[in-house]
């Protein structure tokens, strides 16, 4: 489990086979000054495990679902990534409740400067602009944002100089791919809709 909170930008050392499964090289920097193997850190918003750590650089596999849900099969050498290392029970809860788990790839479509912020557009499937509401949370390659407005298949979003600066967004562009991950309690919500568990009558005998 991450919050969505940024800590470091790793560096791809590199993306290769090997025993059959793809492994994936990161200098993660600082990150690896108490990190080991068996650790969670949250690659640009995926969920992996350190196998190796060599100095700064961590090994993670990957799996085949992984690399088709994500744009992680789409790095390449000295690429950057956000990196951020798993919630510990006592740290304070800055961002959402982020699970690493990647519900889709998204199509930036506008990436632009507004005020002293940052404009970000992201075009969506029709399954996962569904679940998604205006002021409900979405984490982008990993970062916790707030959805200002949905518009057909896109949703936008507002980036404060910080988060701009300090994560991959700096390297969007229009048409850039980005992993994207919904809220868990949209989700949670929306299944108990689709299975009719939420009546009149449900509502009434929890005191609605």
């Known amino acids: 489990m991450f919050t969505g909170i940024i800590e470091h930008i790793g560096t791809v050392e590199s993306l ?26 949250s690659i640009s918003g995926v969920c992996l495990t350190v196998t190796t750590l060599d100095g700064n650089v961590a090994a993670f596999d ?16 000295g690429g950057e990534v956000n990196l951020e290392r798993a919630l510990r029970a006592d740290s ?47 984490a982008i390659d990993g970062i916790s944002l707030t959805i200002t407005g949905i518009r057909g ?21 229009s048409g850039s791919k980005v992993n994207v991950e919904l809220d868990i309690l949209g989700k949670y919500v929306r299944k108990h809709l689709g299975g009719g568990g939420i009546t009149p009558e449900f509502l009434s005998k929890h005191g609605f």
């Open 153 to 173: 298949i896109r949703f936008g979003v507002a980036v404060i100089p910080h988060t701009f600066e300090n994560t991959t967004l700096r390297e969007r562009k």
């Open 92 to 138: 304070r809860m800055g961002g959402h409740f982020v699970q690493g788990h990647v519900d889709g790839v998204g199509v930036v479509r506008k990436l632009a400067k507004t005020g002293g912020n940052w404009e970000l557009e992201v075009e969506v499937s029709h399954e996962m602009i569904a679940q998604m509401v205006e002021k409900g949370s979405v």
């Open 16 to 41: 290769a086979g090997k025993g059959g499964s793809p492994g994936l090289r990161i200098d993660i920097g600082k990150l690896a000054e108490d990190a080991k193997p068996g650790d969670s850190i």
């Open 62 to 77: 990957v799996s085949a679902e992984t690399l088709s849900r994500s744009t992680l099969g789409k790095l390449r050498n």
